[in-house]
């Protein structure tokens, strides 16, 4: 369960701005929120707070009744270790790791065997449908096929919360709706929270619940 | 000139990246600096003595050269009878040792009647105020006419006197006047006769000027002269004493021109790591170009145009720089940098325009061979591709590099064991360019073997292990310039130890003695006669005496000087630092390593020496090592050389004590006996020391000048990883975003920097070992003709190495930093 109360975020300076103004939200575990908004409206900015990478001015941000906005440096970031994915809209798939390596990533974080990283990792890669491809490297792989790894490596370590941020905006409009069908149908299945920011209406229909940031807030999308 | 319109595109990019263009262009012009230092400062010497011979020699058209104990002189009256001669006259050369002061005279005793007509520029010219007749004073016997150079040098002017050792005792000689012709050499003239009584050269003559008659070619009056002259005196043409120089000072600027080319080739490495890094960096800006019309070549030779502008700024400042640092090394240490070749020349530094384009050239070819993979690289990008963003230039590693890298490796082989070509190791340097070749194409592979056998177990370790494994060329791009660097300063230090481990060895052998008594070295100014010889060995507290003879002979077809050592040696030779295999033999000599290559003889082969006007056959028993004279020594024994030639005389002597006394107290007890300044006695600890000490200053700074090479190498690590970081920001956020920490990072890429600079330091210390191997036993041994025992000076080479896998490791982290700061993290949120 995620819960979002009150957040307040403001930008010092020159053209700086309130841009998140006592924004709430609250997620099940096992289902998926997309979050639509214009460029600039602050999506990126919610996620950065909710990934404990910038620190918020004003609220409280909760998971699984944890208050990661009270952490320190350190412990925020063992906190992403261990409760978070992501997937990006350049798939920040490392080029110099196989696919396997590259799904194993997050598990090497967390320390313990080889073998049983090893072996996770490849059936993440049979579910996001790249059985076989374990040894290859992310050259040979297309857009798409990337994102499937990213997909994979956001979910091998069994994360509470998943967040995405334009999963498909490098991808062509029939490939993104597989992939937004995978994401939703791996996060349901580990029962996490998925949290989807895209400024596509479309890409978000495949969402339990749309959402609108405007003005510093969310609102339910007409 | 308009430059063309993509120079702003292109060029532009090299002012973008400066602090990286300024690194390469710092590290050529030191190589071009060094090189041409060393061959203005040289030259200027060589020129210089090449001048002084010249003139000495004057228009004679051709030398009679006999030993340093001279012939009869009545081959004189022989020659100027001669119908071929013009014109001859007599020289009696000798070396004085001053006794009032320091140093040496050079003297060359003249018949001045005779001077005139062959060599004018010998003519001495009285001084003004000169006792008596003045037109007279250059036949007094107690004359000397020195020349201006010779006159500062010892601090003398006309009317004063100088003290010098003479045959059995000393001579007070005047300056008289000067030596207005020979103004740069350190040379003196006296009369002839005054120096055959005075200095034990009675009769003889060491030289003879000739002048033909007009229109007998040199050929020609060889061939008719030739038939005159005893065995041991030779015909010569007044130029190759000059060129005999020339090959004894070439052999010291073989170290210095390694160094050269140690910083000469860091530089082209690090042109490579700039230019593969920014070709990497550059390839969507590259796919852009070719996507709207620009070809493969004119890409291709943009990119090669960069080089060459690196190249050319650093080959001009360089050329600058040699120009400041031989007139800086000129004013501190002389012509030789110090190593003493040059004695009694006084050189000045001199334009030298062909030397300069050469190394501006060695320079650009430089900046033009470090851009030729990156700009291969970039011409075959698939603009499809690289638009799209995310390939990596030259990252992959090709099977063919390990068979290509034992290819070099094998030529070289080969290369190290052919011939000089005209007495330069030419296919020992080519040996050395095969191996850093080899090296450079092993280096993605042994990083990658490397980084596979690194303990793992640690995410930040694992992912550098995967990284340098996957993308060897990275490392080849980063580390090429450590490598480089490392295998020649390794190489250097083995040579350096190995030398002066065998010096240091081979003072041991040649100073079993406990004194040492010198009336002169190898020339015939001061001896000691049977009686003295008898006075010496009678000195209480001596317990045996070794006398030692010195001659300089003529040997071999082109009538070299060598030096011949008359000494007491055991049958077996072994007071001598032989080398390989010694046989007891019925006529022995024992020749030095330089005399056996240049006759091309070996040990059990027969020799024919010239003694005393004679040839008389020996057999060579063994080869010995001899770090003293370059152009050949010999050694016989002495009873045999006194029966020989009847010379009873003796020039040095090796004195063994009683075991109650001391070196100091005989020392003491020969000067209160024969006067102070009538020997030079010396222990041999102190010759020890002191050969050691020059041996260590001439070596001290090429120390310094392979520090400089090194940290260049160093920045280029630090450079190319600030390169590779800021184009990593991206995959350090991500890695922060999956809950790396920043401390985490931070030694993923001192792992990475540290390995690369290991792959550099370990590959180049295995290169440097082959390289020194090459230096000892291929290069020196063909530009000094003396063989040394391989030494690896393990201590130092290890603290080196670590030292610069440490550093690298700290340059690499300090570079990346600023791409793992807190704003790495928002890295990856530009696309968010
Ligand atoms: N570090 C920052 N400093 C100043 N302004 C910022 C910073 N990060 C974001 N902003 C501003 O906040 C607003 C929201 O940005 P962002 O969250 O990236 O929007 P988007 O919804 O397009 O992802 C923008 O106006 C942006 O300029
Ligand atoms: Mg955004």
Redesign the interface.
């Known amino acids: 369960m995620l819960e979002i109360e009150n957040l307040t975020r403001r930008f010092a300076g020159p053209g700086g701005r309130t841009v998140l103004d006592g924004l709430s939200l609250a997620v099940e575990a096992g289902s998926i929120v997309a979050i639509v908004g214009e460029s600039g409206a602050g999506?990126?900015t919610l996620?950065?707070l909710i990934?404990a990478?910038d620190v918020p001015d004003g609220g409280r941000i909760a998971l699984d009744g944890v208050a990661v906005s009270a952490l320190d440096e350190?412990a925020r970031?063992?906190w992403?270790?261990?409760h978070?994915g992501?997937i990006?809209?350049?798939f920040?798939v490392?080029?110099?790791?196989s696919l396997r390596?590259n799904v194993a990533?997050?598990l090497?974080?967390q320390g313990g065997d080889d073998a049983t990283h090893a072996a996770a990792a490849d059936r993440m890669l049979a579910r996001v449908g790249l059985a076989g491809r374990e040894d290859s490297?992310?050259?040979e792989l297309s857009g798409g096929e990337l994102q499937r790894v990213a997909i994979a490596r956001a979910l091998v370590h069994r994360p509470r919360l998943v967040l995405a941020?334009?999963p498909t905006?490098n991808l062509d409009p029939s490939r993104a709706g597989q992939i937004l069908a995978l994401l939703r149908a791996q996060v349901v299945e580990a029962g996490a929270i998925g949290l989807l920011?895209t400024h596509s209406l479309e890409a978000a229909r495949t969402a339990d619940r749309i959402l609108r940031l405007a003005d510093g807030r969310l609102a339910a999308a007409p | 000139m308009a430059l063309p319109p993509l120079t702003p595109v292109f060029v532009g990019s090299l002012w973008r990246r400066r602090t990286a263009s300024a690194l390469s262009v710092l590290a050529i012009a030191l190589g071009v600096a060094l090189g041409l230092a060393v061959q203005i400062i040289n030259g200027a010497a060589l020129d210089e003595f090449d001048r002084g011979m010249r003139v000495v020699a004057g228009e004679a058209d051709l030398q009679v050269l006999g030993p340093g104990s001279g012939f009869d002189d009545s081959l004189f009256e022989t020659l100027a009878l001669h119908p071929l001669v013009a014109a001859a006259s007599p020289v009696v050369e000798i070396t004085a040792r001053r006794i009032d002061g320091a140093g040496e005279l050079r003297i060359l005793g003249i018949d001045i009647l005779r001077v005139v007509a062959v060599n004018p520029k010998l003519i001495p010219v009285p001084a003004d105020g000169a006792d008596g007749d003045a037109r007279f004073a250059a036949f007094r016997q107690d004359a000397l006419f020195p020349s201006p150079a010779l006159q500062q040098a010892l601090g003398v002017v006309p009317g004063e006197h100088v003290l010098v050792a003479a045959g059995q005792g000393r001579a007070r000689l005047e300056v008289a006047g000067g030596l207005p012709g020979m103004a740069g050499e350190r040379v003196a003239v006296m009369d002839i006769h005054a120096v055959q009584t005075g200095f034990g050269m009675a009769a003889r003559l060491t030289r003879v000027d000739l002048r033909l008659r007009d229109g007998v070619g040199s050929d020609a009056a060889r061939e008719a002269l030739v038939s005159l002259l005893p065995p041991g005196v030779r015909l010569g043409a007044p130029d190759e004493s000059a060129a005999r120089a020339a090959s004894l000072s070439r052999a010291y600027r073989v170290n210095l021109t390694m160094l050269a080319v140690i910083a000469l080739v860091t530089g082209g490495f690090l042109v490579f790591s700039t230019q593969a890094l920014s070709v990497a960096r550059r390839q969507t800006e590259f796919a852009f170009l070719r996507a709207i019309g620009l070809d493969r070549a004119t890409l291709m030779r943009w990119i090669l145009a960069e080089g060459l502008v690196l190249g050319a700024v650093g080959g001009a400042l360089g050329c600058a720089l040699g120009y400041g640092f031989a007139a800086l090394v000129f004013s501190l240490l002389g012509g030789d940098l110090g190593a003493g070749y040059f004695d009694g020349t006084e050189p000045s530094i001199y334009i030298a325009p062909v030397a300069s384009l050469a190394f501006v050239s060695l320079g650009v070819a430089a900046g033009l061979l470090g851009s030729w993979a990156p700009a291969r690289a970039a011409a075959r990008i698939a603009p499809a591709l690289a638009l799209k963003g995310a390939t990596l230039v030259g990252a992959a590693h090709h099977p063919g590099h390990a068979v290509a890298a034992l290819v070099c490796f094998a030529a070289a082989g080969l290369a190290a064991a052919l011939p000089p070509v005209d007495g330069i190791p030419v296919a020992g340097y080519a040996a050395i360019a095969l191996i850093l070749a080899g090296g450079v194409l092993a280096l993605g592979g042994l990083s990658a073997w490397l980084a596979a056998r690194m303990p793992a177990r640690h995410v930040a370790t694992r992912l550098a292990s995967a990284r340098l494994q996957a993308m060897p060329g990275h490392v080849v791009v980063a580390a090429a310039g450590v490598m480089a660097s490392a295998a020649l300063a390794v190489a250097m230090a083995i040579m350096v130890a190995s030398f002066r481990d065998s010096v240091d060895q081979w003072l041991d052998r040649v100073l079993p003695a406990a004194l040492y008594l010198r009336a002169a070295e190898s020339d015939q100014a001061a001896y000691l006669d049977p009686a003295t010889q008898r006075r010496i060995a009678a000195i209480e507290g001596v317990s045996a005496v070794d006398f030692l003879r010195y001659d300089t002979i003529r040997l071999g077809a082109d009538g070299g000087a060598v030096t011949l050592i008359a000494r007491p040696v055991s049958d077996d030779g072994r007071e001598l630092p032989l080398v390989g295999a010694a046989r007891p033999v019925a006529q022995p000599v024992w020749i030095s390593e330089a005399l056996a290559d240049r006759l091309g003889v070996g040990t059990g082969d027969a020799l024919e020496i010239p003694l005393a006007g004679a040839l008389h056959a020996f057999t060579v028993a063994g080869v010995w090592r001899d770090y003293a004279r370059q152009t050949g020594a010999l050694v016989l024994p002495l009873a045999r050389y006194r029966q020989l030639t009847g010379d009873a005389r003796a020039n040095n002597a090796a004195l063994h004590l009683a075991l109650e006394t001391d070196a100091a107290t005989v020392a003491g007890r020969i000067r209160a006996h024969f006067g102070a300044e009538r020997f030079e006695l010396s222990a041999p600890d102190e010759i020890r020391r002191i050969s050691l000490r020059i041996f260590d200053r001439t070596f001290a700074v090429t120390y310094l000048l392979e520090a400089a090479a090194v940290a260049i190498g160093l920045a280029g690590i630090a450079a190319s990883f600030a390169a590779m970081a800021a184009a990593r920001r991206k995959e350090f956020g991500m890695l922060r975003h999956l809950g790396l920490s920043r401390r985490q990072v931070g030694a993923m890429i001192a792992a990475e920097g540290g390995l690369t600079a290991a792959a550099g330091a370990v590959g180049g210390s295995g290169l440097g070992f082959a390289i020194a191997l090459v230096l000892v036993e291929v290069v020196n041994r063909q530009s000094f003709h003396w063989s040394m025992d391989y030494r690896i000076p393990l201590l130092p080479i290890g603290v080196f190495l670590t030292a610069l896998t440490v550093l690298a490791a700290v340059a690499a982290v300090l570079a990346g930093r600023h791409a793992m700061g807190g704003s790495a993290v928002r890295a990856v949120s530009e696309d968010w």
Do not use: C, I, M, Y
């Open positions: 999506k990126s996620l950065n990934a990478l350190a970031t063992a992403r270790r261990d978070l992501f990006f809209q350049a920040h490392l080029p110099h790791l390596q990533l997050p090497w974080l490297r992310p050259a941020d334009e905006g920011v």
